[in-house]
């Protein structure tokens, strides 16, 4: 990954650092959590900034979560994935 995140937070002008996060996604009763993955954090007010490309990446594998979620029958369960 390069050092693409030079530039300060646009909401705060906060300083970017790279770190793991843990995301929590819901959707009709179904929770998925997705964790390890890295992206850039404000450290004043915890905006969250994906490389160009990493949002939609992560839309893709919650999508891919859910619908395991419900083909597998896990209404109401509890669905994480990690990158490690
Ligand atoms: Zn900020």
């Given amino acids: 990954m390069s050092e ?3 530039q300060p937070c646009s909401e705060c002008g906060g300083s970017l650092r790279r770190q793991s996060i ?4 819901g959707r009709e009763g179904v929770k998925v ?5 890295k992206a850039w954090v404000c450290s004043k007010c915890g905006e ?3 490389e160009p490309g990493g949002a939609d ?4 594998a919650v999508e891919c979560l859910f ?3 419900i083909v597998e029958n896990q209404h109401r369960g509890h669905l994480s994935a990690s990158v490690t």
């Fill in 57 to 60: 990446k992560l839309a893709a």
């Fill in 22 to 25: 843990e995301k929590e996604f």
């Fill in 67 to 69: 619908d395991l979620a």
């Fill in 48 to 50: 969250i900034y994906f």
């Fill in 33 to 37: 959590k997705l964790s390890g993955v």
């Fill in 4 to 6: 693409l995140m030079k």
